[in-house]
């Protein structure tokens, strides 16, 4: 493996034969579907066997159904001590003419739980066997001719009691089942109804917003007058907008939406409090850690102190400096400026990533910068206060930086080390970084193998450079955790201690993963409908409305009207977004020059393993809020990319002359989906 390959060209991967070409995509092909495969079986795992994973499944036949007992719907925070689970008793009472021979019961429970029948105890559940599978016992002698009564008390202590339970004659003939005809006992003998355990339940804060037609049908005026625009200005731009013109567009792009972001920053963002953002009083908090006590604090000391110090430290480093009081005017500004700069930081980094991949394509550049611009998330994100707007900037800098190694034909020494220091800085940003790290590096190594023709143990040690040094920048954090802690990784929901806590629903179900639609009629809080409806509501606007509680503390500096009509006109842009990922796929597989097709694979690599990731954090913890779109932040180089695709593939398959009244029709969409975010932060 030490001698150089004679197979592939010299440098760059320019030139390469069809045969190699068709050689590597088959690897490509196998990893991926390896990929999909591992996903998929995680997912199976998780769901049917990990007792850890709250997921209730009804099994192959049906099966009874889960239960719990009836509440409202609250999103504060649940706190339990440990030493003092609540404990509910769902009961049934049921007659019968005579005892069946063979009567047994079979259940599930989620956490400690026990069963009696008629005041006869008959079964306590064992900490070592999984809840997920089904307990049997025989129930024929504890039952009599007449009333009957089952008992099962539960104490789960990281979601609600839950209760799946059917009993059986000998022939396995249902006598009784769990359904919303039971009856729960609380804590303190609280009598309570049961309800079927639903996931999808809608807040009802959900319907005192307007829906998106009816906004679209008050907007109407504005909203047709962009699309008129956009259609008239279509024709106009095809026809002038021609060689040197055509080539400067991104940049006149690029220009514009740093303006548009000045102008977001000036007029909206510093006019809201300090205070506002989510989790705003854990991150607050942690700044004033470090102000008062000029130290770091630890996972233990508060309710955002587990995250990484960077970004808390560079906001406190600032106003620090300045000596200003929170109270300032001059706050609202110094507080949100690193969140501003890194916001534009990513409409930048997408700008020079989209050069390099598409340097032959000034629309492709035009589309994915101006795609990073407007992104909702990207622009609420960077007006409150927190670690998300820096750690997506770090992410999307070191994505930037790996696809320029991949795709210019040397890797310096220098580069390589500015790579490694990016990826450390966003690991010291938030964890969710770590993602970042082994795939850049495993990027930077294949550059060096198949395209450079480089031995196996130089792209190895290419590879092991990266992420040494990110680990030498970064890794002393994840260092003192593991000393502290026992474990690289601490969250505020594994805290030690006997004090934890959990959110509603606390547990999840298929239905939550195969339904979607609130979104697209009452898109704020339409996170508890569904994983998909909490995804697309927090990717094109502010669904959680910046993290209150309730909707009536909801801020006034966007323009919500804009907002809700917004999210039925990104609809196609979605369809898009799906279609310009594919295309994406189709290039890393197929791209003649290896480095720029490394660099699509890198690019279709992160964000697959960012979406999966965040579709698999709401397995572990099943909370209404944690499907947020904006967690996948760090992904915007990625998503940008995909997007320009897309849109450019709206334009080249309409590019004929037949065509230009669907074109037209297709400007003046995307001119009112982007007219439609703008007016919802200046409007």
């Known amino acids: 493996m030490g001698s150089k390959r004679e197979d592939l060209p010299e440098q760059g991967g320019i030139g390469q034969g069809a045969p190699i070409r068709d050689s590597i995509a088959r690897w490509q092909v196998g990893v991926a579907l390896l990929a999909l495969l591992l996903s998929a079986l995680w997912i199976i795992d998780s769901a049917l066997r990990d007792p850890k994973v709250p997921f209730l499944s009804r099994g192959l036949t049906g099966g009874p159904q889960w239960i719990t007992p009836h509440n409202a719907i609250q999103t504060d925070a649940i706190w339990v001590d440990l030493e003092h689970v609540p404990a509910f008793t769902f009961v049934k009472r049921f007659d019968l003419g005579v005892v069946p021979s063979g009567a047994h019961v079979r259940l599930r429970a989620v956490g400690r739980a026990t069963l009696s029948i008629n005041d006869q105890s008959l079964w306590a559940s064992d900490p070592q066997r999984s809840w997920k599978r089904d307990s049997e016992l025989d129930a024929s002698a504890a039952l009599v001719a007449g009333e009957n009564e089952i008992r099962v008390t539960t104490a789960n202590p990281r979601g609600p009691a839950l209760l799946q339970l059917a009993l059986l004659d000998g022939s396995d003939e249902l006598i009784v089942e769990t359904d919303t005809s039971w009856r729960a006992i609380g804590p303190g003998q609280q009598p309570l109804r049961t309800m079927r355990a639903d996931d999808t339940r809608t807040d009802p804060q959900s319907f005192a917003t307007p829906s998106t037609v009816s906004s679209l049908v008050e907007k109407a005026g504005v909203l047709s007058l962009l699309f008129v625009l956009g259609a008239a200005l279509d024709p106009v731009l095809r026809r002038n907008l021609k060689g040197r013109s055509l080539a400067r567009a991104p940049e006149a792009v ?383 180089v990625a998503l940008s990319i995909a997007a320009a695709l897309g849109i450019a593939w709206g334009f080249e398959s309409l590019g004929d002359s037949k065509w230009l009244p669907l074109r037209m029709v297709y400007s003046g969409w995307l001119c009112t989906l982007a007219g439609a975010v703008v007016l919802s932060f200046l409007g």
């Open 254 to 636: 690029l220009a514009a939406a740093t303006l548009f972001w000045i102008l977001v920053y000036a007029l909206r963002a510093t006019s809201l409090p300090v205070a506002t953002g989510f989790d705003i009083v854990g991150h607050l908090k942690y700044v004033d850690f470090i102000l008062e006590r000029h130290a770091l604090p630890t996972a233990t000391d508060g309710w955002s102190m587990y995250h990484p110090p960077l970004a808390h430290l560079v906001i406190a480093a600032i106003v620090g400096f300045f000596e200003i009081a929170r109270g300032d005017a001059a706050a609202r500004w110094l507080y949100r400026m690193p969140m501003f700069l890194s916001g534009v930081g990513n409409v930048w980094a997408t700008w020079f990533t989209a050069r390099l991949l598409f340097a032959e394509n000034p629309l492709r550049v035009g589309l994915a910068t101006g795609f990073a611009a407007l992104l909702p998330m990207n622009l609420y994100m960077s007006a409150y206060v927190s670690n998300e707007p820096l750690h997506g900037f770090l992410v999307s800098l070191s994505l930037c930086l790996t696809c320029a190694l991949l795709v210019r034909p040397p890797t310096s020494p220098a580069r390589v080390a500015a790579l490694s220091v990016s990826l450390g800085l966003a690991i010291l940003t938030k964890f969710t970084a770590l993602i970042a790290v082994p795939v850049a590096a495993c990027f930077v190594g294949l550059k060096q193998w198949i395209v450079l023709r480089a031995p196996l143990s130089r792209a190895l040690a290419t590879g092991a450079a990266v992420a040494g040094g990110a680990a030498a920048v970064g890794g002393w954090v994840y260092a003192r955790n593991l000393v502290l802690f026992g474990r690289p990784v601490v969250g505020n929901w594994n805290l030690p201690g006997t004090r934890i806590w959990w959110q509603e629903p606390g547990f999840h179900t298929l239905d939550y993963y195969t339904s979607f639609g609130r979104a697209l009629s009452k898109p704020f809080f339409s996170s508890r409908a569904s994983f998909w409806d909490g995804v697309y509501s927090t990717f094109w606007g502010d669904g959680l409305a910046a993290g209150v509680i309730r909707l009536a503390a909801r801020h006034d500096a966007w323009n919500y009207d804009y907002m809700t009509a917004g999210y039925l006109l990104a609809l196609p842009a979605t369809v898009l977004l799906v279609v310009g990922f594919g295309r994406a796929v189709h290039f890393a597989l197929s791209d003649s020059d290896l480095g720029r097709r490394l660099a699509m694979s890198l690019l279709v690599a992160f964000l697959y393993t960012g979406g999966f990731a965040l579709f698999a954090i709401t397995f572990e913890l099943p909370f209404y809020a944690q499907a947020k779109a904006f967690y996948l932040l760090s992904t915007i």
